[in-house]
C-alpha cells in the first residue's frame, strides 16, 4: 500500500481559508480515484469529495459543496483541497486516499491508501 502524505493543515478562524495538498508516491494520479475524508473526535470518518481519473468531481454536498474545491496535478501526482469560508463544525482530521477505478467514490471501504491526516481546527 502506498503511502500518501496530507499537508497544509492548521488552525484558523471561522471565515478563513487553507488549502490541503496530497503528495502521493505514485507515476500519475490519473490512475486512481483520489478523494478526501474527515475526522471528527467521536464521529466517524466522512466522505468530502473525490475526483475521477478524468477529473470528474463529487462532493458531499450537505457539507461542503459550494465552499470545497478538490484539484488534482496528475503530472505532479498532487491533489488538494481549497477550503473556504470555513465552519467551526469543520473542525477534523482530514485524510486523503486513493482507490483503483471503478469502486464507489463515498465508501470508506473502496480505498486501499491513506495519508496519516492534517488537522484543521476552526475557531468561533
Known amino acids: 500500500q502506498a503511502q500518501l502524505v496530507e499537508s497544509g493543515g492548521g488552525l484558523v478562524q471561522a471565515g478563513d481559508s487553507l488549502r490541503l495538498s496530497c503528495s502521493t508516491p505514485?507515476?500519475?494520479?490519473?490512475?486512481?480515484?483520489m478523494a478526501w475524508f474527515r475526522q471528527a473526535p467521536g464521529k466517524e470518518r466522512e466522505f468530502v469529495a473525490a475526483?475521477?481519473?478524468?477529473?470528474?468531481?463529487?462532493y458531499n454536498t450537505d457539507s461542503v459543496k459550494g465552499r470545497f474545491t478538490l484539484s488534482k496535478d496528475d503530472r505532479k501526482s498532487t491533489v488538494y483541497l481549497q477550503m473556504n469560508s470555513l465552519h467551526p463544525e469543520d473542525t477534523a482530521i482530514y485524510y486523503c486516499?486513493?482507490?483503483?477505478?471503478?469502486?464507489?467514490?463515498?465508501?470508506?471501504?473502496?480505498?486501499?491508501?491513506w495519508g496519516q491526516g492534517t488537522q484543521v481546527t476552526v475557531s468561533s
Open positions: 486516499a486513493a482507490a483503483q477505478p471503478g469502486k464507489p467514490s463515498q465508501e470508506v471501504s473502496s480505498y486501499d491508501n
Open positions: 505514485f507515476r500519475t494520479t490519473m490512475w486512481y480515484t
Open positions: 475526483v475521477s481519473r478524468v477529473g470528474s468531481t463529487t
